[in-house]
């Protein structure tokens, strides 16, 4: 599908306020096109932070906690399956152990229990015999998990970012902020964000207590890092918050002083630490750190977070990242199958895409349906054999779409063709009977129809528009590098009319490029990553700017996003 680049739009008077108060113009451009009124809302100290008792319940929580410590009950943390819940697991873990409590986790095998605290899971819990439960990035759609829990005398605490549904499940204490009611500024906190929140609550419970008056308090910085990863790689929108989370993690990665699991993650992959950016976060560590919970189950994961010692947290990294290559390699097997059953079809002639196939593999749909996404620009569901005989789906959703919202209408029209669904805006899941699928892809596929637009459903790629012959240094890369991008606040991309005036293949599969803008200037190196070409002479490219290190060298290099032939 063509891509139609639009630059995105600048209001005048803010960037001139940005550039009259010292900032880099280019700089200026991206924040104020990014909705930044002052040179404030860059700032990442950790003062910059929401304190902890905005979000509801976070302090009630922290009084029930530390109650626990006292009475040395068990805890046992349940966490969800993905790379959110499990350095939400580890964060619960650590800090809790600092404090002084009996903590153990509990982690899911999505094949076998599905997703949240279902009462499966309550019941191999059970055998435990914690004295309370916590729930991290899950628990807040888990009504029957959690009435099962307190059917067996056991407490369950929820701690979990995800839209709530109508009614909220009978859970002792509750901390969301989507949660009705919670004046917490920041809604798109991850989950690993909410359990470091409820973790600065019981620090201050337990000071006001007086438990550090004879040993040393638990540094809770030391743990951004896990929340770093975790908020990235779960793709929450990166709002201020949440960009001061990341940015104080990315520090002690690049100081080498993060969770020694972390830095293996990275080395396993090649990365150097020492520049680790939010990319590394998204598609270096996080997909490694998945692939445990996608092909097996995330207690490795956890384990290799949680390590303290080097060597075992290199060997742990090293098991994930074998996995993560076999995960790639089912991925690429079952887009293969998807685009050969799409071939001859149009999606562009319906709203969404619903697919199904018996051999596709249940932990890797949800990236396989981002992939169909990211190529036909449509909501997309992908569905797999589940465990217990229906089928489970993974979702990805355009912009225009609140994945959540259209599966909720869903529901609505056609009581009982869903088991059960649940999620946010541009990811969701949901279980259905398999004779069923016919009859949901309709009824999604009416409910998409009735919600966007044709507009909504053109691929455009929207830009920073072009940059002078001047600005394109290593200068304004590294200060480019030096920010905090991700989801919601997107990356700088550029675009301009070129001309490729060399193109060869590298690593079998992707172009090391020449090019010169179409307006004159000198030849840039350049990159276009999964794509052997070849390309035609004239192009219009959206591309970003970055350093490239070979042999000791620092030089500029463009990396090509999207192109366009413009013969």
């Known amino acids: 599908m063509s891509a139609l680049f639009h630059a995105r739009p600048v209001p005048a008077g803010t960037l001139a306020d940005l550039v009259a108060g010292g900032m880099h113009p280019v700089l200026a451009r991206l924040a104020a096109g990014r909705g930044i009124a002052s040179a404030d809302e860059l700032d990442t ?38 790379a959110d819940g499990a350095t939400a697991s580890a964060v619960g873990w650590l800090a809790l152990s600092r404090f002084g409590a009996k903590v153990e986790t509990l982690v899911p095998n999505r094949f076998e229990y599905g997703y949240g605290l279902t009462p499966e899971i309550v019941r191999v819990a059970a055998e435990r015999r914690p004295d309370a439960i ?29 839209l709530p549904g109508s009614t909220l499940p009978a859970a002792e204490v509750i901390v969301n902020p989507n949660q009705p009611g919670c004046p917490f500024p920041s809604k798109s906190l991850a989950g690993v964000g909410v359990m470091f929140y409820v973790m600065l609550a019981l620090r201050a419970e337990l000071r006001k207590r007086g438990a550090f008056a004879s040993r040393t308090e638990p540094n809770l910085a030391e743990l951004l890092d896990l929340v770093a990863l975790g908020t990235v790689a ?53 997909p490694r750190l998945n692939a445990a919970g996608r092909l097996e189950d995330m207690a490795q994961g956890i384990a290799c977070l949680v390590a303290d010692d080097p060597g075992e947290a290199a060997r742990l990294a090293a098991s994930l990242d ?72 993974s979702g990805r959703s355009i912009p225009a779409l609140h994945l959540r919202d259209a599966l909720d209408l869903v529901d609505r029209r056609h009581p009982g063709l869903l088991i059960r669904f649940g999620g946010h805006a541009a990811a969701a899941g949901v279980s259905l009977r398999r004779e069923d699928v016919g009859r949901f892809r309709d009824a999604f596929e009416s409910v998409v129809g009735g919600l966007v637009t044709p507009a909504d459903l053109a691929r455009t790629v929207d830009t920073d528009g072009t940059l002078d012959d001047a600005d394109l240094r290593l200068e304004l890369a590294d200060l480019l590098a030096g920010q905090v991008w991700g989801q919601g606040f997107p990356p700088p991309l550029f675009e301009d009319d070129f001309e490729v005036r060399d193109q060869r293949i590298v690593g079998g ?49 463009l990396m090509v996003e999207h192109w366009e032939a413009t013969d």
């Open 45 to 82: 100290a950790l003062a910059a932070l929401h304190p902890p008792s905005l979000l509801l319940n976070a302090d009630a929580m922290g009084i029930v906690l530390a109650d626990a410590i006292r009475d040395a009950r068990r805890l046992l943390i349940v966490g969800d399956y993905d």
């Open 234 to 286: 779960d793709v929450v929108k990166l709002d201020r918050n949440n960009r001061v989370l990341v940015a104080q993690g990315l520090r002690r990665i690049r100081a080498g002083t993060a969770r020694p699991g972390i830095l293996a993650l990275l080395r396993a992959a090649g990365r150097d630490p020492a520049r680790a950016s939010p990319y590394d976060l998204g598609f270096v560590a996080g």
């Open 322 to 393: 074998a996995l993560n290559r076999e995960r790639r390699e089912i991925e690429a097997g079952m887009q293969a199958s998807a685009l050969a059953s799409l071939e001859g079809a149009d999606p562009g002639a319906g709203c969404s895409i619903v697919m199904h196939d018996p051999d596709w593999h249940q932990g890797v749909i949800g990236l396989l349906a981002s992939r169909l996404r990211e190529r036909f620009h449509r909501p997309t569901i992908c569905l797999a054999e589940g465990p217990d005989g229906a089928l489970k789906g």
């Open 134 to 162: 916590i729930t991290v990035d899950n628990g807040i759609a888990s009504h029957d998990g959690i009435d099962e829990a307190r059917r067996l005398g056991i407490p369950v605490l929820v701690t979990d970012h995800h």
């Open 509 to 557: 599969r992707h172009l090391k490029l020449r090019l010169r803008r179409s307006s004159g200037g000198s030849e840039l190196a350049a990159m276009r990553f999964g794509e052997v070409g070849p390309l035609p002479a004239h192009i219009r490219a959206a591309y970003r700017i970055e350093a490239n290190e070979w042999n000791g060298a620092r030089t500029l290099q």
